[in-house]
């Protein structure tokens, strides 16, 4: 089953943000997690204020990835996607 994304709060976690999707077809959701090394700006550090912008300017492709992590079924026992650089360079490279 698919992700949809649903408006819900960005929330900053110890290694990243994390956000909620719901499966469609049901009423429940699973947290997405964008690891911070997802987010690197330009090969430099950046301040969690820039990280956030960062994740919420690509929302809808952060999105996306989660749905294909997910259909891959990559899945934690709690519901929980990560999105890591390695992903990025897999769905980019």
């Not at 949809?4 to 429940?28: D, T």
């Not at 952060?62 to 650089?85: C, M, N, P, Q, W």
Request: hydrophobic letters at 45%.
């Amino acid at each position: 089953m698919p992700l949809q994304g649903i408006n819900g709060e960005v929330v900053q976690e110890n290694y990243g943000f994390a956000f909620p999707m719901r499966i469609v077809g049901s009423s429940r959701t699973v947290r997405v997690i964008v690891a911070n090394e997802a987010l690197v700006i330009e090969d430099r550090t950046a301040a969690d204020d820039e990280l956030q912008a960062e994740l919420e300017d690509h929302m809808s492709s952060f999105e996306s990835l989660a749905g294909e992590i997910f259909d891959l079924g990559r899945v934690t026992a709690d519901g929980i996607v990560l999105i890591t650089a390695d992903d990025l360079v897999s769905s980019f490279g």
